[in-house]
Nanobody, 127 residues
Framework: QVRLVESGGGSVQAGGSLRLSCEAS???????MGWFRQAPGKEREGVAC????????TYADSVKGRFTLSRDNSKKMLYLEMSNVKPEDTAIYYC?????????????????????WGQGTQVTVSS
């Protein structure tokens, strides 16, 4: 069983930076991992995800060039570096992992590709 715990959320002003961390327990070495977010009244959307070995990464168009995803399998950690944040980045951010390590390219941003979810961490960006 995989357990995911997010940390690093908080309040930040527009244009600022924030780093989210996801600590995993259990076997994640054959998991695609990613970050999703859900704003009030909106559906959950994929933000960024990376393949089992970290060689492939894809980003939502809305965060490309501003967010950077990284993965450290030796520490069972997933990170999301957020820079130049905008008010529209305000959401609960969730870490996710798949049970199967298939890489679907941009379709890996779809939430139905994931089986394990963290509880989420709130990010609030003020203008």
């Amino acid at each position: 069983q995989v357990r995911l715990v997010e940390s690093g959320g908080g309040s930040v002003q527009a244009g600022g930076s924030l780093r989210l961390s996801c600590e995993a327990s259990g076997y994640i070495y054959s998991s695609v991992m990613g970050w999703f977010r859900q704003a009030p009244g909106k559906e959950r959307e994929g933000v960024a995800c990376t393949s089992v070995n970290g060689l492939h990464t894809t980003y939502a168009d809305s965060v490309k060039g501003r967010f950077t995803l990284s993965r450290d399998n030796s520490k069972k950690m997933l990170y999301l570096e957020m820079s130049n944040v905008k008010p529209e980045d305000t959401a609960i951010y969730y870490c996710a992992a798949s049970a199967v390590g298939t890489w679907y390219g941009r379709r890996s941003l779809e939430s139905d590709k994931y089986d394990y979810w963290g509880q989420g961490t709130q990010v609030t960006v003020s203008s």
